[in-house]
């Protein structure tokens, strides 16, 4: 059971946004400014999309965007693309030193 | 350049004993945390445990503190996972990773364990 709670799914048409939510206490998501999220299509390996909450590695599209406030994270999806149908993952550094990860949430594009 | 490349896919037999590799390339192997993901089929991703290859320092998730052992040899920049008595519920993909501050920017390509009688 992850520490971190995200919803099992959501959806969306082309070209609308979405938000995917990432729930945690203060001794994670909202204790450090080190939350981040992962894109993985199936069979592939995990990439990550947004890093320390809201910054974006060079080369991942603009229409990502992160945030948070107080013990929840959210990762904007703007501009829904058929690519963007996969698994994403949030992730946060903890009070003990480690890091712990949500239990991911499907995107599906209408 | 970064990289990290895990040793193949194996297919084991429950009871038998299994140590599978990541080596560590493109950067100084001993400064950086390493990590272990493991992602059952069809699930989602789950930290095992990290190591500092510089000292040994080794921090488990709880539910799996017991369960295997993560181990680094920095002369040849190669982080280990190891099981002494796999079961069915061992078969997963199995990621290494580089926590770079607080986030996972590096993953290897992956390795499959398949665990059946």
């Known amino acids: 059971q992850s520490a971190l709670t995200q919803p099992a799914s959501v959806s969306g048409s082309p070209g609308q946004s979405i938000t995917i939510s990432c729930t945690g206490t203060?001794?994670?998501?909202?204790?450090?400014?080190?939350v981040s999220w992962y894109q993985q299509h199936p069979g592939k390996v995990p990439k990550l999309i947004i890093n320390d909450v809201t910054n974006r590695p060079s080369g991942v599209s603009t229409r990502f965007s992160g945030s948070k406030s107080g013990n929840t994270a959210s990762l904007t999806i703007s501009g829904l693309q058929a690519e963007d149908e996969a698994d994403y993952y949030c992730?946060?550094?903890?009070?003990?030193?480690?890091?712990?990860f949500g239990p991911g949430t499907k995107v599906t594009v209408l | 350049e970064v990289q990290l490349v895990q040793s193949g896919a194996e297919v084991k037999k429950p009871g038998e004993s299994l140590k599978i590799s990541c080596k560590g390339s493109g950067y100084s192997f001993s400064s950086y945390w390493i990590g272990w993901v493991r992602q059952m089929p069809g699930k989602g991703l789950e930290l095992m445990g990290i190591i500092y290859p510089g000292d040994s320092d080794t921090r488990y998730s709880p539910s799996f503190q017991g369960q295997v052992t993560i181990s680094g040899d920095k002369s040849i920049s190669t982080a280990y996972l190891q099981w002494s008595s796999l079961k069915a519920s061992d078969t997963a993909m199995y990621y290494c990773?580089?926590?770079?501050?607080?986030?996972?920017?590096?993953w290897g390509q992956g390795t499959l364990v398949t665990v059946s009688s």
């Open positions: 990773v580089r926590p770079g501050g607080g986030y996972f920017q590096h």
């Open positions: 992730s946060s550094y903890t009070s003990t030193s480690t890091y712990v």
């Open positions: 203060s001794s994670d998501v909202g204790g450090y400014n080190y």
